[in-house]
């Protein structure tokens, strides 16, 4: 088990949702947390929630699609904690629609978040993480890391390369004492859909229904998420899948890799 006490964890998207049940989490193993997100008020209330005696929290208005401010972002941790251990990648988006109705400059808008706020991130703090004697990068995907749904070609595409960049990097990393972990999480009843772009050319009542039939399939309780990754995180689990659905339709893709549709979509429709 990697023990996480008196470690320090960066976490990124902390304000709410997954974000703010992995910090959490790890505040309830004594884990010290730099906290960041572009949502300063739902920032301040995870710090706050999660305030205890010898426990150091900092929070931090972060922009993960910023390169400027994701190369400056070790600066500013380090400036309130000695050290960085672990670093959760988790602040994402989402955009609804076919790959003909999402217009390009939101398709870049997904990926400066969902992507590239991965691979910055993991960039700036790597040096820091190589002087830590056990070290964790910690990327999330999505269940659409596994399977590819019609209808979320942007999503899909920014997950999938999540999960090969971090596959890739676990292998680079492999002779030192980074490890990285891919986490694919199923319906979570998070606000994810909720504040989702969905394409230019909806009317109001199309964007709402779309939601209302996608937010059907989120029901883990955040909080119960959270603690999954984080008992992945110590457990120096590859790939962890949260929650039954994530299990169930990983399993279907590997028994079958092109025609998993053909019996996933009845459900999806359902």
């Known amino acids: 088990m990697l023990k996480l006490s008196s470690r320090a964890a960066v976490v990124t998207g902390a304000a709410s949702g997954i974000g703010r049940a992995i910090a959490t989490s790890l505040a309830r193993r ?33 922009d993960v699609s910023d390169r400027d401010a994701v190369a400056g972002f070790p600066a ?3 400036a309130e904690h000695p050290g960085v251990d672990v670093v959760v990648n988790n602040a994402g988006v989402a955009l609804g629609g076919t790959f003909e109705q999402v217009a390009e400059d939101d398709f870049e808008w997904l990926f400066a978040i969902n992507f590239w706020g991965v691979v910055r991130m993991t960039r700036a703090f790597l040096p820091l993480l ?56 199923g319906g979570i009843a998070t606000s994810i859909v909720k504040n989702s772009r969905m394409p230019k050319t909806n009317t109001p009542e199309e964007d709402e229904a779309k939601r209302k039939s996608f937010a059907k399939f989120l029901k883990l309780p955040p909080a119960q998420a959270g603690e999954t990754i984080v008992r992945g995180i110590e457990r120096r689990r590859a790939r962890v899948l949260v929650g039954s659905d994530a299990k169930r339709m990983a399993l279907i893709e590997r028994l079958m890799p092109v025609s998993y549709w053909n019996l996933l979509g009845a459900t999806f429709k359902r």
Do not use: M, W
């Not at 947390?33 to 300063?40: C, E, G, K, Q, V």
């Not at 596994?146 to 390369?161: E, M």
């Open 30 to 62: 004594g884990c010290h947390l730099a906290l960041a997100d572009i949502d300063d008020a739902g920032l301040a209330q995870t710090a706050a929630d999660l305030a205890a005696p010898r426990l150091r929290i900092s929070r931090h208005h972060l």
């Open 76 to 78: 500013r941790v380090t």
């Open 130 to 185: 190589h002087n830590s004697d056990e070290a964790r990068i910690v990327n999330l995907s999505s269940l659409f890391g596994i399977i590819a749904p019609p209808g979320n070609t942007a999503y899909a595409a920014s997950k999938f390369a999540v999960r090969g960049f971090s596959e890739s990097l676990r292998h680079e990393l492999r002779k030192t004492q980074i490890g990285v972990t891919v986490v694919h999480p």
